[in-house]
T-cell receptor, first 116, second 116 residues
Framework: AQSVSQHNHHVILSEAASLELGCNYS??????LFWYVQYPGQHLQLLLK??????LVKGIKGFEAEFIKSKFSFNLRKPSVQWSDTAEYFC??????????????FGRGTSLIVHP | GAGVSQTPSNKVTEKGKYVELRCDPI?????LYWYRQSLGQGPEFLIY????????DSGLPNDRFFAVRPEGSVSTLKIQRTERGDSAVYLC??????????????FGPGTRLTVL
């Protein structure tokens, strides 16, 4: 079964600092990868996704993620964070499940707090 | 158009009681997912519907949990004989289809269930 590991559970940064959140997955087949974000009081929403092609994916609000197949990683980055980036970030992988469908598996999430 | 809606937003019940949680997906989305999210954790898959049928229910923790989607739109998650350990946020998500790994999921705001 697939699994997703997010190594940073809590990250605290000052505005303008650079951000990198780690995500590693365990699955031997073809995967599609996602980062979701949950802002305080809001529901989960898609930040960016990787399906194929260029391993460097750009998403909304200046976020990007790099898929490194050899490392089974899909780390999220942002060069300069803002106070409004304070949120929970979840990495997810879509992989073929035994039931005959694609079921997403989520990491446990990283809580990011950005101080103004 | 409207997003995914879930009712109630909060549910407090006593141990041993029966509860129903409702999800109204985005119109036209054939795939519907239920997740459970405990504090400090990512969404944990429970069950997936493609149309009216439960295509994958491998995430349901035991036979106290059951879900239906009789007309391929609204879904109800049913929990019998609730236990304190069932306390969590129950998330619903929908996507255009679950038959492709490219499916992006759209999440509802969740129902916070508290079992006293």
């Amino acid at each position: 079964a697939q699994s997703v590991s997010q190594h940073n559970h809590h990250v605290i940064l000052s505005e303008a600092a650079s951000l990198e959140l780690g995500c590693n997955y365990s699955y031997g087949g073809t995967v599609n990868l996602f980062w979701y974000v949950q802002y305080p009081g809001q529901h989960l929403q898609l930040l960016l996704k990787y399906f194929s092609g260029d391993p460097l994916v750009k998403g909304i609000k200046g976020f990007e993620a790099e898929f490194i197949k050899s490392k089974f990683s899909f780390n999220l980055r942002k060069p300069s964070v803002q106070w409004s980036d304070t949120a929970e970030y979840f990495c997810a992988v879509n992989a073929w499940a035994s039931g005959g469908s694609y079921i997403p598996t989520f990491g446990r999430g990283t809580s990011l707090i950005v101080h103004p | 158009g409207a997003g995914v809606s879930q009712t109630p937003s909060n549910k407090v019940t006593e141990k041993g009681k029966y509860v129903e949680l409702r999800c109204d997906p985005i119109s036209g989305h054939t795939a519907l997912y239920w997740y459970r999210q405990s504090l400090g954790q990512g969404p944990e898959f429970l069950i997936y519907f493609q149309g009216t049928g439960a295509a994958d229910d491998s995430g349901l923790p035991n036979d106290r949990f059951f879900a239906v989607r009789p007309e391929g739109s609204v879904s109800t998650l049913k929990i019998q004989r609730t236990e304190r350990g069932d306390s969590a946020v129950y998330l619903c998500a929908s996507s255009i289809t679950g038959q492709s790994s490219y499916n992006e999921q759209f999440f509802g705001p969740g129902t916070r269930l508290t079992v006293l």
